[in-house]
C-alpha cells in the first residue's frame, strides 16, 4: 500500500510551494489562468489541493494537466489501492456530453482496448452548482513533437496503428470524435500503484505549487505543476481519449460544438461543412505525420498560414470554398483553379526534409498514405478500414515490426 509519506515534523509531503517571484511567473506559463476559478466566469473550474481526499476515496497527489473545459490530477484510489486521473470538469453540464457519449461507446463500441472510457463518476458540489468528475486509468505521455525524437520510428508507427485502430472501432459504432489532436493521444504508463509517494515524486517530479492567487476563493485550491513521465515510464500500449466534442452522427442529444486545433482541423471543417468521419481521418494524418516526421505536415509559420501551406503542399483548393473560410480574411488565390503543388514543398518535398536519409521505398510509401487521406474532397479520403488494409501502410507497419 502506499505508505503516507511525511517531511520532518510530520507534515504530509505534497510537494512545494514557489518561493520566489520568478518561480511563480514559471509556474504560471504552465499552469490553467488563474481567473476560470473565478466564480463570475463561464466555465468555472473547481480548486482543488494536493492532499485533498475526494470523494472520500481518491487523494490527490500529483497534477495531469488541463484543458479548456477541466482540470485533470493524478489521484490514489484508496479503496482499489491504484492510482487514477480524475478529469474535473468546469461548472454546469458541460461534463455531460462526453459522460453521454462515454456511455455510448462503453455499450455500443466492440473494441475499447485502445480508447480512455470511464471507470467511474461523481459529482462534487460547488459554490454554484455541480462539477462533474470522471475517474479514468492513469495513462502515460502525450505526444509532444519536441520530445518524439526519443522515441524510437518503430514505437511511434506502433502507436500510429493503434491510433487507426481506435479510430476504426469509433467509426464502426458511428462515432465521430471530432477532437483527434497530440493532447488527446496518450502512450501508457508502468504502474507505480505500489510505490510510496516519495518514489511517485522522485519518478515525476516533485509537484511544485502555489495557491490560487487573485480571486477570492470559497475553497482552498492550488495551481500545480504537472508530471513529467519519463522515457523509461512510457509504455508502447497507445490510447485515444477526450470525448467531450465527439458526436454520434445523427443523435441530437449530443450538442457540444467545437473544432480541433486548428493544425489538426480538416479544410472542409474551416470552410464550414458539417464532421464527418472523413474530418477525423485528416486529423488522423496530421498525427500520424508528427508521428513520423517529428514535424507537422502543413506549417503555420509561413506567410499564408495553415492554409497557405496546405496549398503549398496539395495545390489550389475547391473553388466553391471561396468565402466560406470561417477565420478571414482568406486569399483569393487559394481558390484559384489549376494551382499545383509547389516542388519545393509537396508532401515527397516535406518527407525529404525531415528525413534526408530515408530511403525512396520508404518515403514513397508514406508518401502514398499521406496522399490517399490528404486530399480536399472528403469523399475521396480512404477510410480508418481501408487505411489499415492499404499495401503501403501495411508495408510501413511491417518495415518497423507493428
Ligand atoms: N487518463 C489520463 N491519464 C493521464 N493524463 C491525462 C488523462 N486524461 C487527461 N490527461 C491529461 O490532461 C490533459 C487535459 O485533458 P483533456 O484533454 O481530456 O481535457 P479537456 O478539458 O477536455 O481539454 P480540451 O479543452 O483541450 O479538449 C491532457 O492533455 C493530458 O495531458
Known sequence: MASHTALAGGTPDFGDFVRTEDE???LEEVVEPWHKYDLNETRVFYPIYLGEVLNERYLVEHRLGFGGGSTVWMAHDLQEKKDVALKVMALG???DNEKHIQD???RNVQDTSHLVTYLATFLLPGKKGHHR??????MGPCI????LGKIPMASRMLAARQLLEAVESLHEAGIVHRDLNERNCMWGMVPLDNANRDAKYEALGRPLKH???NVEL???GELVRAVEVPEKLRTDEFFLGDFGIAKKLNDDATTQEGLPPTKFCSPERLHGKDPSFACDMWSYMVIFSILYLRFPPFPTCFDGGLIGSMVDALGS???EWKDLYIWPPGRDSWYEEGQMPNPDWDLDATIKRFHPDVDPIERQHVNSIMSKVFIYCPEKRLTATQLLRDPSFRAIMDRYGC
Open 24 to 26: 511563480e511567473l514559471d
Open 104 to 106: 455510448e461507446i462503453i
Open 211 to 213: 495557491v490560487i492567487p
Open 133 to 138: 468528475v470522471l475517474v479514468f486509468p492513469l
Open 317 to 319: 483548393l475547391p473553388k
Open 218 to 220: 470559497w475553497k482552498q
Open 144 to 147: 509532444y513533437p519536441v520530445t
Open 93 to 95: 453540464d458541460w461534463g
